[in-house]
């Protein structure tokens, strides 16, 4: 493959893994158990880095969810698992970060009806061991003054720098937005953005993509459902570390029905500072919809749209 074309994951964000679950038990905890999966259909979410690829999985059969994450590593050309969490409340979904092979981040938010609790772990050898840094339950929003968040996205662009998108409740897609950042690793966390700052997409009630390439660069793309037709993809940049963000303009597919009702983003990566991808789902009234591979190689000035191509 060419260096400098950025990887499309074979299934973009979120990946659905239809095997059966080991049955290692539920979680520890009052009224965990019952609440929790013991096993069932695997949904999981991969990441790559250059050659090096994760995954991290959690059990979800239609409503009901399991109470542990399974972090896995592409190694010789199978999928080793390396490490499993258990957590105290069902896990809707988890999100993993890693700036190298060794240093990196993983995310897991509750299932709804639960308190908004996101947990942030951090690893230094690769995921073999994982230590946590981040209740949400112990966290009070300044966007909303309340405890609790429910985490969306979180990326790290190096050992110091990384961010947490937020909202207030899963699902939710009016509910008040929050932006926080950690300046040394994870350790401490502060809003940098509330819905103020945020409201080109407060309307969303789809997986928001986030990606930085700089302590101060970073890109955010949208989803969501239009109440008429004529959806377009939304892509906004930020230049002071996630303080305030500005939309970029992207090309309209030249291919497919001239109306979309709807848009998901799917992928948000970039390889390196000027080499970036972008995955959107179109769909149209009454369609399946199209995947559309966005790409740039000048650090997002410009960007061309194409039907993807694995």
Same mark, same amino acid.
């Given at each position: 493959?060419?260096a400098?074309?950025?990887?499309?994951?074979?299934?973009?964000?979120?990946?659905?893994?239809?095997?059966?679950?080991?049955?290692?038990?539920?979680?520890?905890?009052s009224g965990?158990?019952?609440?929790?999966?013991?096993?069932?259909?695997?949904?999981?979410?991969?990441?790559?880095?250059?050659?090096?690829?994760?995954?991290?999985?959690?059990?979800?059969?239609?409503?009901?969810?399991?109470?542990?994450?399974?972090?896995?590593?592409?190694v010789?050309?199978r999928?080793?698992?390396?490490?499993?969490?258990?957590?105290?409340?069902?896990?809707?979904?988890?999100?993993?970060?890693?700036?190298?092979?060794?240093?990196g981040?993983?995310?897991v938010?509750?299932g709804?009806?639960y308190?908004?609790?996101?947990?942030?772990?951090?690893?230094?050898?690769?995921?073999?061991?994982w230590?946590?840094?981040?209740?949400?339950?112990?966290?009070?929003?300044?966007?909303?003054?309340?405890?609790g968040?429910?985490?969306? %996205?979180? +990326? /790290?662009?190096?050992?110091?720098? $990384? #961010? @947490?998108? =937020? *909202?207030q409740?899963?699902?939710?897609?009016? &509910?008040?937005?929050?932006?926080?950042?950690?300046?040394?690793?994870?350790?401490?966390?502060?809003?940098?953005?509330?819905?103020?700052?945020?409201?080109?997409?407060?309307?969303?009630?789809?997986?928001? %993509?986030? +990606? /930085?390439?700089?302590p101060?660069? $970073? #890109? @955010?793309? =949208? *989803?969501?459902?239009?109440?008429?037709p004529? &959806?377009?993809?939304?892509l906004?940049?930020?230049?002071?570390?996630?303080?305030?963000?500005?939309?970029?303009?992207?090309?309209v597919?030249?291919?497919g029905?001239?109306?979309?009702?709807?848009?998901?983003?799917?992928?948000?990566?970039?390889?390196?500072?000027?080499?970036?991808?972008?995955?959107?789902?179109?769909?149209?009234?009454?369609?399946?919809?199209?995947?559309?591979?966005?790409?740039?190689?000048?650090?997002?000035?410009g960007?061309?749209?194409?039907?993807?191509?694995?």
């Amino acid at each position: 493959m060419n260096a400098s074309r950025p990887r499309l994951i074979s299934s973009p964000s979120t990946t659905r893994f239809y095997g059966a679950a080991d049955n290692t038990g539920a979680a520890s905890g009052s009224g965990a158990a019952a609440a929790c999966l013991r096993s069932g259909p695997m949904t999981g979410s991969i990441l790559r880095l250059g050659s090096e690829q994760w995954q991290v999985r959690w059990i979800e059969d239609g409503p009901s969810l399991g109470c542990e994450v399974e972090v896995e590593r592409y190694v010789r050309g199978r999928w080793t698992r390396i490490q499993t969490l258990r957590t105290k409340t069902p896990v809707d979904f988890a999100r993993l970060s890693f700036i190298n092979p060794r240093d990196g981040w993983l995310m897991v938010t509750s299932g709804p009806g639960y308190p908004s609790d996101t947990s942030v772990y951090r690893t230094e050898n690769g995921g073999r061991s994982w230590s946590q840094q981040l209740s949400a339950t112990k966290w009070r929003s300044a966007a909303w003054g309340q405890k609790g968040f429910f985490g969306d %996205q979180i +990326a /790290f662009v190096d050992a110091q720098d $990384g #961010w @947490i998108f =937020a *909202s207030q409740l899963p699902g939710a897609g009016s &509910a008040p937005k929050e932006l926080m950042r950690s300046r040394d690793g994870g350790a401490h966390w502060s809003m940098v953005a509330d819905s103020q700052a945020l409201s080109g997409y407060i309307g969303t009630d789809q997986p928001t %993509q986030m +990606a /930085f390439t700089t302590p101060e660069i $970073g #890109w @955010i793309a =949208a *989803s969501t459902d239009a109440t008429s037709p004529g &959806a377009t993809a939304y892509l906004y940049r930020t230049g002071d570390g996630g303080r305030t963000w500005a939309p970029v303009a992207l090309p309209v597919p030249s291919t497919g029905p001239k109306q979309w009702i709807a848009y998901r983003a799917q992928q948000l990566t970039f390889e390196r500072p000027s080499d970036g991808l972008l995955v959107y789902r179109f769909i149209p009234a009454g369609g399946f919809g199209r995947t559309y591979c966005y790409t740039t190689h000048d650090g997002g000035r410009g960007w061309t749209v194409a039907i993807c191509r694995n």
